[in-house]
């Protein structure tokens, strides 16, 4: 074999009933992709979604989550636990290796915003208004902002060293003292 070339295509594979894809997340051997997808292929009717683990070198389906509803984000990978919004307010904690659920913290509002890793805990927003953060080991909360007055949360939030940033459908750009999130 000879290394491939920057944008060629090395595997191909689509299963039936895409509806929308996101590339999540990848490990150096596996990667990650969240899908919706729908009924008899009906546009626009999302039923329902998925998480495949595929094989980086050969393309290979190495495991499949049922989410049971729409994924439409990124995902973190933190200690072998994949984390991941649905749009029926769960985060998901799923083993990376097996695709076994590890956890499931509802927040009661979708979750489309991509989570972020800032010291070793899982910080991701919600349309509820509210910024989580999570031990991803056990999905539990060890800490959550509200947004005052906000619209929903769907951007990934941006770190620095003292705040955490999640832009909002309503136009605003909310910073969150990192002291707050404990």
Same mark, same amino acid.
Do not use: N
């Given at each position: 074999g000879h290394a491939p070339r920057d944008g060629c295509k090395l595997h191909g594979r689509r299963p039936g009933g895409i509806a929308g894809a996101s590339l999540c997340e990848h490990d150096g051997f596996r990667i990650f992709i969240g899908r919706a997808f729908c009924p008899d292929g009906i546009e626009g009717a999302v039923a329902g979604g998925q998480i495949h683990a595929l094989?980086?070198?050969s393309g290979?389906?190495?495991w499949r989550?049922?989410?049971g509803a729409p994924v439409d984000c990124g995902a973190v990978l933190c200690n072998g636990v994949l984390v991941v +919004?649905?749009?029926d307010g769960s985060i998901l904690g799923i083993e990376a290796g097996t695709g076994a659920r590890r956890w499931d913290f509802k927040v009661g509002a979708s &979750?489309?915003?991509?989570?972020?890793? =800032? /010291? +070793?805990? &899982? =910080? &991701? +927003?919600a349309d509820n208004g509210t910024v989580y953060q999570l031990d991803p080991m056990t999905g539990r909360a060890t800490a959550k902002a509200d947004v005052p007055e906000s619209g929903l949360i769907r951007s990934a939030p941006v770190v620095?060293? /003292?705040? &955490?940033?999640v832009a909002t459908t309503d136009g605003w750009l909310m910073? =969150?003292?990192r002291t707050a999130l404990g």
């Open positions: 094989e980086l070198a290979r389906e190495l989550y049922e989410a +919004g649905a749009m &979750v489309t915003a991509t989570p972020a890793l =800032i /010291s +070793g805990q &899982v =910080i &991701v +927003g620095d060293a /003292s705040r &955490v940033y910073a =969150i003292e």
